[in-house]
């Protein structure tokens, strides 16, 4: 996945407290037109995605979003991890189990290609060179921010300035906040393999959340009346939060759904295209509640999928249009 990783076969990343520390991204070049930065060139690439991953699933809407669709393909990986003795991504989706753009059947083959000796995971997303075959940018952090900006003489006419120059301090601010107490917190929890790494990450995801309710019953966006990378960032983690973390991440005091600013949110955004429209709710289930290495942990060792939640909530009345009228 992204970074997900669902075994004890990853000891790296796991401190000697039992804190979930995760992997650092390996292929984090720039783009534009200077020494080591990539070309930002249509057709040049094409972007490997789990639907289940929250840091593939932000490249994915900001790519719709921005109007990016042709100018980079999208290849899709299965939500369920292959039975392999390391952790990778497969193309089982794909006709012949392959990608047809690329001939691969397993993510791990694209990192091999950019550096024979890659040891890491093999993560989504991927942004891989079309022409060689070799992963080029797994930068999940500023993947997004490049598309917004070195990639905008490709997007469409009208698109949406997700990334305006006199708000990025305050994106990049709070970005980095949701990332470590929000988006990497759940998996704090999740991972923890100590009582104690457990519990702070627990209560600095929950103090995170409550002053994000109290920040949108303010305003209908995170920074005032226009969607920006802050909110698609949020959202992903929100999206996920009652059909996994709650009950797969041990994150329960409450579901997302018991939040009235953050959850009236969530359904904004899911009913705006871009967002919905990319919200895989079954890939999402069958990755966080299915996978063999869960399984194989124990947690679901009869990989029972659960029913839960109903998700037709999700296009129920919002209200934040008529509560901040003059926002859009």
């Not at 519990?199 to 959340?209: D, K, N, P, Q």
């Not at 953050?262 to 990755?287: C, E, V």
Request: aromatic share 12%.
């Amino acid at each position: 996945m992204s970074n997900n990783v669902h075994s004890a076969s990853a000891p790296a990343e796991i401190a000697a407290s039992g804190a979930f520390v995760r992997q650092a991204n390996r292929f984090s070049a720039a783009f534009g037109a200077g020494p080591g930065e990539l070309p930002a060139e249509q057709g040049r690439y094409r972007l490997i995605w789990s639907a289940a991953c929250p840091w593939a699933h932000r490249a994915v809407i900001v790519r719709r979003l921005l109007g990016l669709e042709e100018a980079i393909s999208l290849g899709t990986v299965d939500p369920l991890r292959p039975a392999l003795p390391h952790t990778d991504w497969a193309f089982t989706l794909d006709e012949g189990g392959q990608d047809p753009v690329l001939g691969i059947r397993y993510l791990s083959e694209a990192y091999l290609k950019a550096d024979p000796a890659y040891s890491g995971r093999p993560t989504v997303p991927a942004l891989v060179e079309i022409a060689t075959g070799k992963v080029v940018q797994n930068d999940y952090f500023k993947l997004t921010n490049h598309l917004e900006t070195a990639w905008a003489p490709l997007h469409k006419q009208g698109a949406p300035d997700l990334y305006p120059v006199h708000l990025r301090g305050e994106i990049d601010r709070l970005n980095e906040v949701i990332f470590h107490d929000v988006n990497n917190g759940v998996y704090k929890a999740g991972f923890a393999r100590s009582q104690e790494a457990y519990e702070a990450a627990y209560y600095t995801l929950f103090e995170r959340l409550d002053e994000l309710e109290e920040r949108l019953s303010r305003s209908r966006y995170l920074l005032g009346d226009a969607l920006t990378d802050a909110d698609v960032r949020l959202y992903t983690t929100l999206a996920r939060f009652d059909i996994a973390y709650y009950t797969a991440f041990r994150a329960n005091r409450q579901r997302l759904a018991d939040y009235r600013h953050l959850w009236a949110y969530a359904r904004d955004l899911y009913q705006t295209p871009g967002f919905g429209d990319t919200t895989d709710f079954a890939a999402i289930k069958q990755h966080y509640h299915l996978s063999v290495l869960i399984s194989a942990e124990g947690s679901n060792p009869y990989r029972i999928l659960p029913k839960g939640p109903d998700l037709r909530e999700w296009n129920t009345p919002h209200g934040r249009d008529r509560q901040y009228p003059g926002q859009a």
